[in-house]
């Protein structure tokens, strides 16, 4: 059974920083693509940044680009998102997502297999 659990969304101020993690289980995880993606109450599921199964490819969307960093452990299972100078805007539910084995990145959430059950980040103004 594949598990994704992500962990370390919280309050912030506006212009600190949190580090997302998420530890997955259950699947060869150095084969597959990982995926951050948001979703803004009222709005739909969007892509935050990807990842590909090596690491060496990275994506992030235009409103986290300069500010946000992917990055993975397949030792540990485990990939990150790293953010700073956090905006309120940013405020969402965080999900990691992760796919089947996977040349090169995925963008979109049709591609990805498995999710986290979320975890919220709230920055304050």
């Known amino acids: 059974q594949v598990q994704v659990v992500e962990s370390g969304g919280g309050l912030v101020q506006a212009g600190g920083s949190l580090r997302l993690s998420c530890a997955v289980s259950?699947?060869?995880?150095?084969?597959?693509?990982v995926g951050w993606f948001r979703e803004v109450r009222g709005k739909e599921r969007e892509i935050v940044a990807a990842i590909s199964w090596g690491g060496a490819s990275t994506y992030y969307t235009d409103f986290v680009k300069g500010r946000a960093t992917i990055s993975r452990d397949n030792a540990q299972n485990t990939a990150y998102l790293q953010m700073n100078n956090l905006k309120p805007e940013d405020t969402a539910v965080y999900y990691c997502?992760?796919?089947?084995?996977?040349?090169?990145?995925?963008?979109?959430?049709?591609?990805?297999?498995?999710w986290g059950q979320g975890t919220q980040v709230t920055v304050s103004s």
């Open positions: 997502a992760v796919s089947e084995p996977h040349y090169g990145l995925a963008t979109t959430l049709n591609e990805y297999g498995y």
């Open positions: 259950g699947l060869t995880f150095s084969s597959a693509a």
